[in-house]
């Protein structure tokens, strides 16, 4: 069944390559678009259209529908192009012409709009808690850790004195940020397109207000057309507020991968969290934050592909859209496993002591002595040049490593102002 059926044999070859795989996708899709069908059917009655038997003989049938879904038993088989045709057909087989009915005053462009501003606006939810948890199990493991030594780097060379609790506080304040693209994001999907039909609106008297209320929209997509356009729009939006997110959280699978390897040997894992070799016996391998980097790197190429697809496109529909379905619904469920095996994982994280007495920690703590002689009275120009000249000499030896105690630094981390940030972005 096709909704755009006129009793005209289509190619199959064309047929198979237009409908794509739209019927896996839309098993994603199939909650959402019962819900908005059902919302639909009462504003439909509201405005009369529709009698109040009618509404409730469809509204009966699509809480059954909702419940084979629920239940695992919902297919969309072969013979459906889509979720909205096979959604309909059970309508129209249950209730012969009320089923039929259900079309009324809308288009299968704004049935898609409606059900992906649903789908994405209950993900992006789910996505931003999961991200609050990672954070707060980094603030604690910064908490647990905060008076462990980590050497810092700047060109992967040995810079100046780290530790453990900077170093998970850091990734979990630039987590904040994520969220408050995913906030704005939110703000972005929870806009209610339904009504605008194929782009321009309709002739029928309904009442988009109630459908808004009804679907928990915060406000309407006013503009019919704008409406329409926010096809293309929020999947932007979506794929690069999660783009964004992925970055971090591919940067610190990086910074897991360096710390557990051999030649920095400053973090490790349980061994059922690892992998080994087939040939070496010795290894202990990073898969999972390998596979971490390389998913996340995925979902960063997914936002520019979104840009690329809709970026010359005019205003009103275009068959182009049902290329940013599945990528955008990839990038929704990727993000959201990666955050659960990243937050299961880092939390069994073993820090180990760094012996900072090994030969190639030996300059770790010259800018702390180039401070110490200012604070003695030297300007930094001068105590530059000394420590310099010992490091040059190779007569240079530590001396009584000072506290850094300004805010933010790695003995003062700041932990109680930055989790009261992530609660504040909340409520952005």
Partial sequence: MKLWDKGISIDKKIEKFTVGNDRELDMHLAKYDITASRAHAKMLGKVGILTSGEVTDIVQELDKLQQQLEEGSFVIEEDFEDVHSKIEYELTQSLGDTGKKIHTARSRNDQVLVAMQLYFKENLQEIYTKTESLIEELLKLAEEHKDRVLPGYTHLQVAMPSSFGLWFSAYAELLIDDLYLLKAGLKVVDQNPLGSAAGYGSSFPIDREFTTRELGF???????????????????????????LANTLSRFAMDVCLYMSQNFDFITFPDELTTGSSIMPHKKNPDVFELIRGKCNKLQAIANEMILITNNLPSGYHRDFQLIKENSIHSVESIKEILEVFIHSISRIEVKEVNLQEEKYKYLFTVDSINDLVMQGKSFREAYKEIGGQVQEGSYTPGNSMNHTHTGSKDNLSLEEIRNKKNAAGEL
């Avoid at 406000?219 to 929020?234: C, D, E, I, P």
């Fill in 218 to 244: 915060a406000t309407l997509k006013y503009n019919v057309v704008a409406a329409q356009m926010s096809r293309g729009k929020s999947e932007r939006t979506v794929t690069s507020n999660i783009a964004s």
